[in-house]
Nanobody
């Protein structure tokens, strides 16, 4: 299984980015795809997740209204759309995949996810 995250970069405060996570190596129809982020010296933090089967989403309160998550079944790719970026959004963003019945119990818990991508850096300048 491979999760390939991309799309990070340097952006000014108030700007937007779209992160992509391309999934391969198995069928993900029974999985939920999640995005987490980790800033230097901080714990990995849940951002958002989407259930592959029906598109049901979970979004962290801290980013609700600014970030949205979507999927493209044909491309086996999940997107995280970041807008209204703030310097405190600076972090390495990771995508992950977990069995949907596990993730549903605690979407924000890293232990619910089985597979992780390598991360993509997002830096927001003030």
């Amino acid at each position: 299984v491979q999760l390939q995250a991309s799309g990070g970069g340097l952006v000014q405060a108030g700007g937007s980015l779209r992160l992509s996570c391309a999934a391969s190596g198995r069928t993900f129809s029974s999985y939920t795809m999640g995005w987490f982020r980790q800033a230097p010296g901080k714990e990995r933090e849940f951002v958002a997740a989407i259930r592959w089967s029906d598109g049901n989403t979970y979004v962290a309160v801290s980013v609700k209204g600014r970030f949205t998550i979507s999927r493209d079944n044909a491309k086996n790719t999940v997107y995280l759309h970041l807008s209204g970026l703030k310097p405190e959004d600076t972090a390495v963003y990771y995508c992950a995949a977990g069995r949907s019945y596990n993730v549903a119990q605690a979407p924000g818990r890293t232990a619910q996810y089985d597979y992780w991508g390598q991360g993509t850096q997002v830096t927001v300048s003030s």
